[in-house]
């Protein structure tokens, strides 16, 4: 069972950046794609960034330009820089990983944008 585990949630002013780091666990293969999700209250989950081992992420329109994904291939662990965040990125952060055609999420990290 692959685990991962998600940190560097937490309150941020409009404005102001963090980073966000996702460490997938319980397997010994190099994970083709990994990915960020988010979930505001009462709202869908949605694809915030998602990265294969090529290392050219994707990005969703809300974030592109303000986010930016990054992965160590070795250490199948993924990361999210947030930068110019606004009260619309305030949302639970949700790592993935695709192994076998099997997506495995995180429990989640909030953020919170707000003054």
């Known amino acids: 069972q692959v685990q991962l585990v998600e940190s560097g949630g937490g309150l941020v002013q409009p404005g102001g950046s963090l980073r966000l780091s996702c460490s997938a666990s319980?397997?010994?293969?190099?994970?083709?794609?990994m990915g960020w999700g988010r979930q505001a209250p009462g709202k869908q989950r949605e694809l915030v960034a998602t990265?294969?081992?090529?290392?050219?992420?994707y990005y969703a329109a809300s974030v592109k330009g303000r986010f930016t994904m990054s992965r160590d291939n070795a250490k199948n662990t993924v990361y999210l820089q947030m930068n110019s965040a606004n009260p619309d990125d305030t949302a639970v952060y949700y790592c993935?990983?695709?192994?076998?055609?099997?997506?495995?999420w995180g429990q989640g990290t909030q953020v919170t944008v707000s003054s």
């Open positions: 319980g397997t010994s293969e190099m994970i083709y794609t």
């Open positions: 990265i294969t081992t090529a290392g050219s992420p």
């Open positions: 993935y990983a695709v192994l076998f055609g099997t997506y495995y």
